[in-house]
């Protein structure tokens, strides 16, 4: 079936360094790729979206590529806060279903 | 407050029991996904519903069930629960229809808790 594979598990940067989060996909199909942050004990919420004709979208510090040949997209957040801290989702799909991959828990230190 | 509401927001029973979870989308969005959030899990897909019929269906166990009301709110029904049911389970929804692509827009979530 259709899997998303999410990297690191784990990620610990500086306050002001950036970050990066990675994710492959096994649907040829996927055509929409969000990326979500979710906060402890919060709902996840949309940060950043990208669609197949696009190769790379920005917003403020955070920036997504995707690269539809090799199936996977990054999530960069550059200057990265303390409020940046958060388990962020990678997913992929379309307008059926989206999967979404197993979460990267991002730790920024002070 | 992304204008998708659950409740309850907490529920606490009994291995054995059967609970509704219900969900109602934001004005004007047709189609409803339930999620599971297991402790320090991904989300977990378990099914989707467009304007009162299933669209999509994921993980979700035979012991589940959910419908789409004809007024787009949506129930989560878990029945015969086990301990490895507790979680948090998360409604979302979006508008469907002649898009490629689909915004999902989650609620606050439910947290179920089995002893």
């Known amino acids: 079936g259709e899997n998303v594979e999410q990297h690191p598990s784990t990620l610990s940067v500086q306050e002001g360094d950036s970050a990066v989060i990675k994710c492959t996909y096994s649907?040829?199909?996927?055509?929409?790729f969000p990326w979500y942050k979710q906060e402890l004990g919060k709902r996840p919420q949309l940060i950043i979206d990208?669609?197949?004709?696009?190769g790379e979208k920005k917003d403020q510090r955070i920036a997504v590529t995707l690269n539809k040949t090799a199936k996977h997209f990054s999530l960069h957040i550059t200057e990265t806060q303390p409020e940046d801290s958060a388990v962020y989702f990678c997913?992929?799909?379309?307008?059926?279903?989206?999967?979404f991959g197993q979460g990267t828990r991002l730790t920024i230190n002070p | 407050d992304s204008g998708v509401t659950q409740t309850p927001k907490h529920l606490i029973t009994a291995t054995g029991q059967r609970v509704t979870l219900r969900c109602s989308p934001r004005?004007?969005?047709?189609?409803v996904y339930w999620y599971q959030q297991s402790l320090d899990q991904g989300l977990q897909f378990l099914i989707q519903?467009?304007?009162?019929?299933?669209?999509a269906k994921g993980n979700i166990l035979e012991r589940f069930s959910a419908q789409q009301f004809p007024d787009l709110h949506s129930e989560l029904n878990l029945s015969s629960l086990e301990l490895g049911d507790s979680a948090l389970y998360f409604c979302?929804?979006?508008?469907?229809?002649?898009?490629?692509?689909?915004?999902?827009?989650f609620g606050p979530g439910t947290r179920l808790t089995v002893l």
């Open positions: 004005s004007g969005d047709l189609s």
């Open positions: 997913a992929a799909g379309g307008a059926q279903k989206l999967v």
């Open positions: 649907d040829s199909a996927s055509n929409y």
């Open positions: 519903y467009y304007n009162g019929e299933e669209r």
């Open positions: 979302a929804s979006s508008v469907v229809g002649g898009k490629a692509y689909n915004e999902q827009f």
């Open positions: 990208i669609r197949s004709n696009v």
